[in-house]
């Protein structure tokens, strides 16, 4: 039976981060709290894998739905003006390969985004008189004239496979995407798929935040290593499946440390997102944890 | 709060100990928490770059919960941090490699 551990100074060191994060501390009364995920998570882990979690942790960004708009908007602002200001049309249209645009029965992260953007306020945002938001791939065939620049959009930008695989469905089906009438923007991305998609598609990506991996591209000397070992161990503790399935680190090692809208992508360290019928994680992707 | 948690709480400070038994009377990680936060600003805690510690004052207030609860051997203190649950009858133990890596090396 595993000793599950949480003393008193690290129950203050998890308080001293959720001050820090803004993140709520909240009494759950028979319902999991943000907090009560994250130090149930903690209590899988022996102390230095807990100072791990706690470090990475400060790093780590939680995108609420209400913070959509803003973050969307923001990094809008990162596209140079000469771009905008040189079309006649601005085409907004969610980040999804052609076959899966029909599909209705599941509703993507990009074409909820592109509804929250399409149904709110943006007469503000510059260049807004040229916006034009459509999903239909046919009707972006009617729309892609000269002068006409189009922007997928996506929440979260993770290593690139989704963006690639969207721009070459697009051109399989005939529809002339090319580097120059074609951009990407999203509200987080990582720097190695930013670098991922200008290298296999042309296109560039913009985004209100880029970020490096979370511990590869962050820590220093010797404690790289050491930390991706300590990582591993965690991982394994959570469950076997996180090395079979191939997510160690993130999905493509990608070392993310982001949740969007309480999901985290699996871009994600698994650590934050694993859940099993009796593991809790404090940002899961697909709620398993049952009560007992 | 109750004198036995309190003493409880107050000696899981003294030896940064597991929070666990805390959990098990019944209170949730952010209420055990602002406890602990409660007894800072009664000046029995002390929590000073990452490191939380019990205060002379803190040492106090033990002994006299201690007297309180009236102790039989108030001078032999139960090692509370290095409590751990004990096995069933029928449980084997058997380490993770990971723990016992030093002996084969």
Same mark, same amino acid.
């Given at each position: 039976m595993a000793i599950k551990n949480i003393t008193a100074n690290t129950l203050l060191q998890i308080n001293e981060l959720f001050e820090l994060k803004n993140w709520p501390i909240e009494l759950g009364n028979n319902r999991l709290t943000l907090y009560q995920r994250f130090c149930e998570r903690l209590r899988v882990f022996d102390s230095e894998e807990q100072l791990l979690m706690i470090r990475l942790s400060r790093n780590f960004e939680r995108v609420l739905i209400q913070q959509y708009t803003e973050y969307f908007w923001l990094g809008y602002y990162n596209i140079p003006t000469e771009i905008l200001e040189s079309v006649d049309k601005i085409i907004f249209m969610p980040l999804l390969k052609i076959q899966d645009t029909k599909k209705k029965n599941k509703t993507k992260s990009s074409s909820a985004l592109h509804y929250i953007l399409s149904s709110g306020d943006?007469?503000?945002?510059?260049?807004?008189?040229?916006? *034009?938001?459509? +999903?239909?791939?046919?009707? *972006?065939?009617? +729309?892609?004239?000269?002068?006409?620049?189009?922007?997928?959009?996506?929440?979260?930008?993770?290593?690139?496979?989704?963006a690639r695989d969207t721009i070459s469905s697009f051109i399989e089906k005939n529809i002339n995407l090319t580097p120059v009438n074609t951009?990407?923007?999203?509200?987080?991305?990582?720097?190695?798929?930013?670098?991922?998609?200008?290298?296999?598609?042309?296109?560039?990506?913009?985004?209100?935040?880029?970020y490096g991996r979370g511990i590869s591209d962050t820590f220093e000397g010797h404690m790289i290593d050491s930390s991706i070992a300590l990582m591993k161990e965690m991982e394994r503790k959570i469950a076997p499946e996180i090395h079979k399935n191939g997510w160690s680190l993130g999905f493509e090692q990608t070392e993310a440390l982001v949740s969007m809208s309480a999901k985290s992508p699996n871009n994600t360290f698994p650590v934050f997102w694993y859940e099993t019928k009796t593991k809790v994680s404090p940002f899961p992707r697909y709620k398993e944890f049952k009560y007992s | 709060m109750e004198e036995a948690p309190r003493l409880r709480l107050l000696k899981i400070i003294k030896f940064d100990g597991n929070v666990q038994p805390l959990i098990d009377f019944g209170y949730e990680f952010a209420e055990v928490v602002?406890?602990?936060?409660?007894?800072?600003?009664?000046?029995?805690?002390?929590?000073?770059?990452?490191?939380?510690?019990?205060?002379?004052?803190?040492?106090?207030?033990? +002994?006299?919960?201690?007297?309180?609860?009236?102790?039989?051997?108030?001078?032999?203190?139960?090692?509370?941090?290095?409590?751990?649950?004990?096995? +069933?009858?029928?449980?084997?133990?058997?380490?993770?490699?990971?723990?016992?890596?030093? *002996?084969?090396d």
């Open positions: 943006y007469d503000w945002v510059d260049y807004s008189n040229k916006f *034009l938001f459509i +999903e239909d791939a046919a009707d *972006l065939q009617r +729309e892609l004239k000269e002068r006409t620049i189009l922007i997928f959009i996506d929440d979260f930008l993770g290593s690139g496979g989704t951009i990407i923007l999203t509200m987080i991305a990582q720097k190695q798929g930013v670098i991922n998609v200008k290298t296999q598609t042309g296109c560039q990506v913009f985004s209100n935040q880029v | 602002s406890l602990i936060k409660n007894e800072e600003l009664l000046g029995n805690a002390i929590y000073k770059r990452g490191n939380l510690s019990i205060t002379p004052k803190g040492l106090i207030e033990i +002994e006299r919960l201690e007297k309180m609860n009236g102790r039989k051997y108030p001078w032999i203190e139960p090692q509370i941090e290095s409590k751990i649950h004990p096995l +069933e009858k029928d449980e084997v133990y058997i380490p993770k490699r990971q723990s016992i890596r030093h *002996l084969f």
